[in-house]
């Protein structure tokens, strides 16, 4: 079965303090690994999509790399603005267009 | 360009009750999936119907059911509601079946039960 873990939870960051979050995955035959960006009361936003080891995707003060267990989506320098949850998400092989998705990460990011 | 819609945004229903959620996906897309998400949690997979076939089912109950029409538009239907039913209800478009195409979602049905 396929699954998702992120870490850490929450993470508050001062304003300028970069850091990284972390998406372990276990799959049957990656098809994509998605990470999404979820204000509260929205739907999640699409951020990035990668496909294989070693891919590294960048936009704006966010860069996601993937390995073949893990990826990380890098915040450098974040702003209050880039406070969300973050959710990883994988789909495995097969004719479904399914994602998996992690419980979610919450950042808050204090000016 | 209008993004993914849903419809009702908010609905208060009580237990034993149906409800109908619907949903239209972007423009020229022809894949629409369906997501609940319970408070504090990641979404988790419904249904994805394309070209108005069911391509994939999740681990619900069979008081969930969709459909998907002609024009792409879609669906979700519950019956006899549970209080564990409350959650966000999100629908997501993408341009076909298969391949690693990202899903686009709208901004979902609040869904209350009493």
């Known amino acids: 079965e396929d699954q998702v873990t992120q870490s850490p939870e929450a993470l508050r960051l001062q304003e300028g303090e970069s850091s990284s979050l972390n998406c372990s995955y276990t799959?049957?035959?990656?098809?994509?690994l998605f990470w999404y960006r979820q204000d509260p009361g929205k739907g999640p936003e699409f951020l990035f999509t990668l496909y294989s080891a070693g891919e590294e995707k960048e936009k704006e003060r966010l860069k996601a790399t993937l390995t073949k267990k893990e990826s990380f989506l890098h915040i450098t320098a974040p702003k209050p603005e880039d406070s969300a949850t973050y959710l990883c998400?994988?789909?495995?092989?097969?004719?479904?267009?399914?994602?998996?998705f992690g419980k979610g990460m919450k950042l808050t990011v204090n000016p | 360009d209008a993004g993914v819609t849903q419809s009702p945004t908010h609905l208060i229903k009580t237990r034993g009750q149906q409800v109908t959620l619907r949903c239209s996906p972007i423009?020229?897309?022809?894949?629409v999936s369906w997501y609940q998400q319970v408070l504090g949690q990641g979404p988790q997979f419904i249904f994805q119907y394309y070209e108005k076939e069911e391509r994939g089912r999740g681990n619900f109950p069979d008081r969930f059911s969709a459909r998907q029409f002609p024009n792409y538009s879609s669906e979700l239907n519950v019956n006899a509601l549970l209080l564990g039913d409350s959650a966000l209800y999100l629908c997501?478009?993408?341009?076909?079946?298969?391949?690693?195409?990202?899903?686009?979602f709208g901004d979902g049905t609040r869904l209350s039960i009493l």
């Open positions: 998400a994988v789909r495995s092989q097969g004719g479904s267009e399914k994602l998996v």
């Open positions: 423009s020229g897309h022809k894949s």
């Open positions: 799959v049957s035959g990656l098809r994509g």
């Open positions: 997501a478009s993408s341009l076909g079946a298969g391949g690693g195409q990202p899903q686009h």
